[in-house]
């Protein structure tokens, strides 16, 4: 088998199961619409995401009080934009948004 040949296989191998993968969610959700773990994992994986964000973001060494405090205003306002509008990928993606704005424009 040519070296040619062989890089073509590969390639059509790796597209076909990244097709499968991606429509595998589309495939499968008559029987995991109603599967009780699933709408278990829906409700309790992003507050684990925000919870670990914040722990990671909380173990700045010594002289990061500013990031600190500018961490802590953006998470004041992902809090503030998840009581308001109670979606979770809205207020991570605004929390990051406000972070690297405070940090672009104060932090420098």
């Given amino acids: 088998m040519s070296e040619t040949l062989h890089w073509w296989l590969a390639i059509a191998t790796m597209g076909g199961i990244t097709l499968a993968l991606r429509a595998m969610p589309l495939l499968a959700h008559r029987w995991l619409a109603h599967s009780r773990i699933l709408g278990r ?3 309790t994986v992003p507050l ?3 919870v670990v964000l914040l722990l990671v973001s909380l173990r700045g060494g010594a002289g990061a009080s500013l990031t600190l405090l500018l961490e802590v205003v953006a998470l004041g306002g992902v809090a503030v934009s998840y009581l308001r509008w109670r979606n979770p ?3 991570v993606v605004g929390g990051i948004a406000l ?10």
Wanted: hydrophobic share 55%.
């Fill in 41 to 43: 994992l829906n409700r």
């Fill in 89 to 91: 990928l809205l207020s």
């Fill in 48 to 50: 684990c995401v925000m």
């Fill in 99 to 108: 972070l690297n704005g405070l940090q672009w424009t104060i932090a420098g």
